[in-house]
């Protein structure tokens, strides 16, 4: 079994939760209240933000140059993507809107693993991202009810060919990476990719009740 099997095994019940939460079961039906999804959207857009220049930054980070070139690439790709796909809903992102907790949350942790720890370790605490988006693409296009749904881009993009790529190269650099780490070492990228993978989930459940600071 591969680590990065070891891993998606291992954060099955997050990921049962994850698939089972308001958010995601309207956005499948498209009964999702839009001020949700925008919200979401807005959210998602100052994360990319700081993902994006922190993949490439983690990628020069590799040792084998074929996988810094294979990750810059479908980071681009991802970006791109992604980019549009917010267009689509939003035509002007705001530039003034204040990152959530949960967002802030999430990149401060991934700006961590960049700044100090190990490039395995810091690799698999961006996994989930590629991971998580494309399962729950998945899931949805699969059980969702055909019909008219006012998200159907977002379903279809993170279902879609394209992204599941992505994942497919991401999924095999942090194979072969993973091969030549130690137990511990391997032990320690566990735990990142389960963190983020608990943030991932606090993100949807963020934008679904509209979080806010207290003060």
Known sequence: ??????AWNSIQPIFKKTISHPF???????????????????QDSIYLSSYGKLLTRLASK?????????????????????????????????LDIEPSPAC????????KHLAVSPVEVALAAVMPC????QKVGSYIYKHQVK????????????????????VITATRICDEIAKSCTIEQQEAMLNAYKTSSRIEHMFWDSAYHLEKWIV
Do not use: C
């Open 1 to 6: 079994m591969t680590w990065t099997d070891q």
């Open 24 to 42: 995601i079961q309207e956005l499948m039906n498209g009964n999702l209240p839009l001020e949700k999804f925008n919200f979401y959207i807005q």
């Open 62 to 94: 590799f040792k084998d140059p074929e996988h810094s070139r294979a990750f810059i690439h479908i980071a681009g790709e991802n970006m791109d993507q992604e980019k549009e796909l917010h267009k689509s809903f939003i035509k002007e992102i705001e």
């Open 104 to 111: 802030e949350l999430y990149t401060s942790y991934l700006l």
């Open 130 to 133: 590629f991971v998580i988006y």
């Open 147 to 166: 019909g008219t749904n006012p998200y159907q881009a977002w379903i279809d993009t993170y279902a879609g060919s394209e992204h599941v790529e992505s």
